[in-house]
C-alpha cells in the first residue's frame, strides 16, 4: 500500500451479511472519514467541526444526505440536465432522520458549526443504504474526537406473515406490513421513524425492542473500530485559559448563579399561580419572567450586554426545569389540563364549497386547513433516484407561513421541515387510500397551516383525512393523529409521560413521539427526543396514551363527516378506466398520436394508456367521457363470431360491399350474402354510406371479417319489390329493391360498373 495511506480496517458480521468500517485512505483533511460497507452497499461519512463558535443560541449542526446516481448505474433520465440536482425529497427525508438521531448526544452548549456529510457510492439492490449511512454516521462520529455520547446503532425492522424482520432486504419488504427504523445506544431507543399498515401496538412494541437487542452487534463493532483507531481527545477539553480568561469565567458564573437563585423564588409564582391557557398568555409570562430578571440585575450593578447574556443562558432553561418539575412532582401543567388531557377539538367539512373536497381542523390553537385536487392518473409524479424510476399518486403537501405563529418571515419553496412534515402525514394515510383500480384518481392534498402550536403535522394527518372524505375519496377508514410528550429529570430517573405537548412543554429531558392510526392500528411513527434516549417502559406507556388520545380525535372527526361521501363533488374530473388488449393500443393511438389527438381534442378529455392495456379517460363532462370511452371501445373491440352491428357502407366492390363495424374496423359482405335471393350487383341493393345491419360470419387466419348481410331482420325492409312484397327467403324471385318504373332497372354499361 502506498506509504501515506495507512488505512485501518474493522469488519464483523451482522444479520447474516458483513459489516466493516475503513478510515485513513479517503478525505483526510475531514476530522473523521468513515467508508462502511454492508453486504456490497457503501457510504462514506464524513465530520467536520469548525474552528471558532458561531454566534448563535442553538447547535449548528447540519446533516447532509448526498445521493449518487452513478452508485446504482444510473444515467439522469433528463435530456438537458444529466448531473444531480437539489437533495431529493428522500435524501432531505434520511437526512433529518439521521440527524434526529446523533443529535440528542452532543455537548448542549457546542456553538462550533458540525456538518455531517453521507455520500452514497454503491447500493447493491439487497441491503437498504439508509440503514448503512445512520451506522456509518454514528462510526465516523465514534472516531472524530468530538464532544459526542455515542456511539448509537440503528436498524430497520419489517413485518411479514406475523414475524418480524431486521434488516429486511428490498425484496422481502414488497410484502411487509411495516417499515420501522430505530436507533439507539446499548440501552435506550433515540429516534423513531415508521410506517405500517395498521399494525397493533403490541406488534410495534415487539419490534422496537426486539430492533434495539438486534442493533448492538453493530454498536460493539463501532466500539472495537474506535479502539483500533485510537481517538485524540477534543481540543475543547484540555484548552488552557489565561488568567484573564479564568477570572472573566468565574464572574461570568458568579452572575449566572445570581440570576439562577432570583429565578429558583419568582418563576415559579410567575408561572403557576394562575391558569395560561392560551400561547399568548404563556409567551406573556415567560416574558415578564425575563424582564423581572431584567430589572433585578439591573439593580445589581449589571450591565446591558452582560445582562442580556445572563437572561439568554438562564430562562429557557429555568423555565424548562420549573415546568418539568412541576409535571413530575404534582402533575400539573401551565395551561391546567391534566396530563392525558387533549386540547379542545373542532372539525369542519366542506368549508370551501367549489373544490375538489375540504376540512379545517382545530387542536387548540393549531389550526390546518386542507383542500384535496383530484386529477388524472396521468398527472401521477414521477420519481427518480438511487432506487430507479417510479411514481405515486397520492401526494400529500404542507406549508408553513410565518404568520401561522404570528411572526414576519420568509416566503418561498419549502424548507427540510416543512418537507419532513408533509411526508409525515402523507405516509400515515397512505394505507387507507384506495387502489388504483379501484379509485383511479391522482390525488393532492394540500395542508395549510393557519395556526401552530404544537404538532401542525399530526394536525395535517386528521385534517386531511377529512378532507380526504370531503372529496369522496373512499379511504378505508379515517387517520387521526397525536404527539406525546414527556418531562423527566437529568438523570431520568423520574419521569411523566403528557398527552398532545404544546409549547412550553416541549424542553430539555422531553420528546415529540408522534403517533397516527385508525381504530384498526398504527400508521405512522415518528419520533425525537431531547434525552439521552427513552426506556421500553417510556416507550410503552407513549404508545398506549397514544392509542386512547387517537380515539378521542376519532370520535370527533366522524361526527363531522362519518364516511366518505357516496358522490364526487360537481367541479371534480371524472375518470373512467377500462382494459383492452395491448395489441390494440396502436390502433388506439393511431400514427403519430392522430387517433387519440383526435378523440382527446374532439370530446375535451384527457386519455392515459398503460402497457398492459389499462385505460383511463379524464374529463370533466360526464357525457363527452362516454363518447370517448364509446369510440375507444370500439377501436379496440375482440370481434367475434356472431355478434351483430349496424354501420355505415363504406365501399361497394363487383364482388361485394365493406361495412363499418366499428371506427376503423370493418368488415365485407358478399354479394352472395347480401340478400336471402340472388343478387346480380351489390349496387342493386346498397348504396355508400346506406346504415345495414351484419353479422360476423367468420374471421379467417388472416383476421379479416366476413359479415351476412340475409340473416338479420333488421334489413327486411331492403328486400321488397314494388308493389311492396318480400321476396327471397321472405318470398320467392329476384326484383331489385328499386322502382325503375316499366323500363326495368338499365344498369348501364358493365364497363361503367367495373
Known amino acids: 500500500m502506498n506509504e501515506r495511506f495507512q488505512e485501518k480496517r474493522v469488519a464483523g458480521t451482522w444479520l447474516g451479511r458483513e459489516l466493516s468500517f475503513r478510515t485513513g485512505k479517503l478525505a483526510q483533511q475531514a476530522n473523521a472519514a468513515v467508508l462502511t460497507q454492508y453486504g456490497e452497499t457503501i457510504v462514506l461519512a464524513t465530520v467536520v ?51 434526529r438521531a446523533i443529535r440528542p448526544l452532543f455537548a448542549g452548549d457546542s456553538r462550533k458549526e458540525t456538518q455531517v456529510v453521507l455520500t452514497i457510492l454503491t447500493v447493491d439492490g439487497e441491503n437498504n443504504y439508509d440503514v448503512v449511512a445512520l451506522v456509518a454516521a454514528s462510526a465516523a462520529l465514534a472516531i472524530s474526537g468530538l464532544d459526542w455520547k455515542g456511539p448509537i446503532g440503528g436498524i430497520r425492522v419489517g413485518y411479514a406473515d406475523n414475524k418480524l424482520i431486521f434488516n429486511p432486504t428490498y425484496a422481502q419488504m414488497e410484502n411487509s406490513a411495516m417499515d420501522l ?22 406488534v410495534f412494541y415487539q419490534a422496537l425492542t426486539g ?128 396530563l392525558d388531557e387533549i386540547r379542545s377539538l373542532w372539525s369542519e367539512v366542506a368549508f370551501l364549497p367549489h373544490n375538489h373536497g375540504s376540512a379545517l381542523f382545530m387542536r387548540g390553537e393549531t389550526q390546518i386547513l386542507s383542500v384535496v385536487t383530484l386529477g388524472a392518473p396521468g398527472l401521477e409524479q414521477n420519481l427518480e433516484g438511487l432506487e430507479g424510476k417510479s411514481t405515486k399518486s397520492f401526494m400529500h403537501h404542507y406549508n408553513f407561513p410565518p404568520y401561522s405563529v404570528g411572526e414576519t418571515g420568509r416566503m418561498g419553496g419549502p424548507g427540510r421541515r416543512e418537507i419532513g ?90 420528546m415529540d413521539f408522534k403517533i397516527t392510526g385508525t381504530t384498526e392500528g398504527i400508521t405512522a411513527i415518528q419520533l425525537d427526543t431531547k434525552t439521552d434516549g427513552l426506556t421500553a417502559e417510556i416507550i410503552k406507556e407513549a404508545l398506549t396514551r397514544g392509542r386512547q388520545g387517537r380515539m378521542q380525535i376519532l370520535e370527533v372527526m366522524t361526527k363531522a363527516i362519518p364516511a366518505p361521501r357516496a358522490e364526487l363533488s360537481k367541479y371534480a374530473p371524472r375518470v373512467v378506466s377500462f382494459s383492452i388488449n395491448p395489441d390494440k393500443i396502436r390502433d388506439v393511438v393511431g400514427s403519430g398520436g392522430k387517433v387519440i389527438n383526435q378523440i382527446i381534442e374532439e370530446h375535451e378529455v384527457e386519455i ?19 363518447k370517448a370511452v364509446e369510440w375507444i371501445k370500439n377501436i379496440a373491440h375482440e370481434f367475434q363470431v356472431g355478434e351483430t352491428f349496424t354501420g355505415p357502407v363504406a365501399r361497394i366492390l363487383d364482388f361485394g360491399a365493406f361495412v363499418e363495424l366499428t371506427p376503423g374496423n370493418d368488415g365485407m359482405v358478399h354479394v352472395s350474402k347480401i340478400a336471402p335471393y340472388r343478387v346480380g350487383h351489390p349496387t342493386d341493393l346498397l348504396d355508400p354510406g346506406m346504415m345495414v345491419t351484419v353479422k360476423i360470419d367468420e374471421i379467417d387466419e388472416m383476421g379479416r371479417i366476413n359479415l351476412s348481410m340475409k340473416d338479420c331482420p333488421e334489413n327486411t325492409h331492403l328486400y321488397v319489390d314494388r308493389k311492396g312484397e318480400q321476396k327471397g327467403d321472405f318470398g320467392t324471385g329476384f326484383r331489385p329493391r328499386r322502382d325503375f318504373g316499366d323500363r326495368g332497372g338499365n344498369r348501364g354499361p358493365r364497363r361503367d360498373r367495373r
Not at 184 to 201: L, Q, R
Not at 452 to 461: E, F, I, K, L, V
Open 49 to 99: 467541526e469548525a474552528k471558532e463558535d458561531k454566534n448563535t443560541d442553538f447547535f449548528p449542526l447540519t446533516v447532509e444526505f448526498e445521493e449518487r446516481l452513478y452508485a446504482a448505474g444510473i444515467i439522469k433520465g433528463s435530456r438537458w440536465i444529466k448531473r444531480e440536482g437539489r437533495p431529493t425529497d428522500d435524501a432531505i427525508l434520511t437526512g433529518r432522520m439521521i440527524d
Open 181 to 202: 427504523m430505530v436507533a439507539g445506544t446499548d440501552k435506550k431507543s433515540i429516534m423513531i421513524e415508521a410506517g405500517a399498515k395498521e399494525v397493533p401496538e403490541d
Open 211 to 338: 430492533g434495539q437487542q438486534e442493533m448492538q452487534p453493530a454498536i460493539e463493532l463501532i466500539k472495537k473500530f474506535r479502539a483500533a483507531v485510537g481517538v485524540k481527545e477534543h481540543p475543547s477539553k484540555n484548552k488552557m485559559l489565561t488568567p484573564e480568561q479564568i477570572e472573566a469565567e468565574g464572574k461570568k458564573q458568579a452572575q449566572i448563579e445570581l440570576a439562577q437563585g432570583w429565578l429558583e423564588k419568582n418563576i415559579n409564582k410567575i408561572l403557576f399561580d394562575k391558569t395560561y391557557y392560551t400561547k399568548g398568555e404563556r409567551k406573556a409570562a415567560v416574558g415578564a419572567i425575563k424582564d423581572g430578571l431584567d430589572k433585578f440585575l439591573f439593580a445589581n450593578g449589571l450591565a446591558d450586554d452582560a445582562r442580556k447574556m445572563i437572561i439568554g443562558k438562564t430562562v429557557e432553561t429555568a423555565v424548562d426545569e420549573i415546568i418539568s418539575r412541576e409535571i413530575i412532582e404534582n402533575g400539573r401543567r401551565v395551561d391546567g389540563r391534566a
Open 421 to 510: 412534515h408533509g411526508a409525515l402525514a402523507e405516509k400515515a394515510l397512505l394505507p387507507v387510500i384506495p387502489a388504483k383500480i379501484d379509485f383511479p384518481y391522482t390525488i393532492r392534498v394540500v395542508s395549510e397551516t393557519m395556526g401552530s402550536n404544537g404538532s401542525s403535522s399530526m394536525g395535517s394527518t386528521c385534517c386531511a383525512s377529512l378532507s380526504l372524505m370531503d372529496a369522496g375519496v373512499p379511504i378505508k377508514r379515517p387517520v387521526a393523529g397525536i404527539a406525546i410528550g414527556l418531562a423527566s429529570n437529568a438523570d431520568m430517573s423520574r419521569w411523566k409521560v403528557l398527552t398532545d405537548i404544546q409549547d412550553l412543554e416541549d424542553g430539555e429531558g422531553g
Open 608 to 626: 392515459d394508456i398503460e402497457d398492459d392495456g389499462s385505460v383511463f379517460v379524464t374529463g370533466s363532462k360526464a357525457e363527452q367521457v362516454a
